[in-house]
């Protein structure tokens, strides 16, 4: 007997995106000092220098001065710490993110932890994660925050689902799972060392895949009616820009799905404006 295909919904974070957008763009504009981004890259890593414009565009396109500070690749770790330092007190500045990855001779921790909590807007800063662990953000991970509004977009009420987080970076993996317990989903973080993955997966309503190996998440791995969050960002050898999900294969078959690209990409981008907006309104109280 042959089952019957479920009509998948595509989530299209592009537009959720704009939509946001559009809003942010007049609240900004009521506001009586112009927020400002400092967004410090350091070195020439060809797709870092691609995110930095693209967010330095999008910052000024809603009416946030935005300012990439282009480093050196041999800069040492102290004098990029002494330049956040400047930059934390710098009261025109309301938001810094540092772009990943750095330079090998940089720790990356060290660099984190030197932003000012009240400015992380990537929020990356152990104080703001701490905050997430204990169920009070404030300014949350830009690509974890995006994957939830989109997830949100088609899930009304995530009370009690039971959500496959595949990957555990502090970046998007850890944060996301934290903030699904937070929706009181049951989480299961899964990473490399998982075994039996398929079966894991298959227990999910709600999968969300941060690993960067295309097509790692198969229609097999997928119970029918499930929901998809591809974060993935594989650059394959034609060029051609694809995600964790077997994409086609779940048409059909999932409730609903993030292309890759037009899903949790522009969606992130736009998350970061939202906090710049949180980071303001933290800063200016604070003067
Ligand atoms: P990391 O490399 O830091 O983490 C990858 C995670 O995936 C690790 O926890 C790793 O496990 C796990 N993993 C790797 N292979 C497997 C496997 N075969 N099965 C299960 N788990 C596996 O990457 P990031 O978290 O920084 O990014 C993940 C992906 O998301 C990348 O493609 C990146 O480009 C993309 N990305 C997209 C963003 C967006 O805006 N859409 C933003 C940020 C990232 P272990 O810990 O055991 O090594």
């Known amino acids: 007997m042959k089952t019957k295909k479920m009509k998948t919904r595509l989530i299209d974070g592009k537009k959720a995106a704009a939509e946001i957008e559009k809003t942010l763009k007049q609240e900004i504009a009521s506001f009586s000092k112009k927020p400002g981004l400092a967004v410090i890259l350091v070195g020439d890593n060809p797709a870092s220098l691609i995110y930095v414009t693209h967010k330095k565009k999008t910052a000024e396109r809603i009416g946030i001065d935005a300012q990439i500070y282009h480093l050196s690749p041999v800069i040492t770790q102290d004098a990029l710490i002494a330049f956040i330092e400047e930059l934390n007190q710098n009261a025109s500045v309301h938001g810094i993110i540092v772009q990943l990855p750095l330079p090998a001779h940089i720790n990356e921790n060290a660099v984190l932890e030197a932003i000012c909590p009240e400015k992380d807007v990537d929020g990356l800063h152990p104080q703001n994660l701490g905050r997430l662990f204990i169920g009070q953000p404030t300014l949350i991970p830009c690509t974890p925050l995006a994957c939830l509004t989109l997830l949100k977009s088609v899930c009304k009420n995530l009370t009690g689902k039971t959500a496959v987080v595949v990957g555990r970076s502090r970046l998007v993996g850890k944060p996301t799972a934290q903030l699904l317990l937070n929706e009181q989903c049951t989480v299961i973080q899964a990473h490399s060392k998982t075994k039996n ?91």
């Open 197 to 287: 993955l398929k079966k894991i997966c298959r227990t999910a309503d709600i999968i969300v895949s941060a690993t960067g190996h295309a097509g790692l998440i198969r229609k097999s791995y997928v119970k029918k009616g499930a929901v998809l969050i591809d974060v993935g960002i594989i650059r394959l050898a034609d060029k051609k820009i694809t995600g964790d999900m077997a994409f086609d294969e779940m048409i059909g078959h999932a409730k609903a799905i993030t292309p890759v690209p037009g899903g949790v990409g522009p969606m992130t981008v736009i998350t970061l404006m939202q906090n710049l907006v949180t980071a303001y309104y933290q800063n200016e109280k604070n003067i």
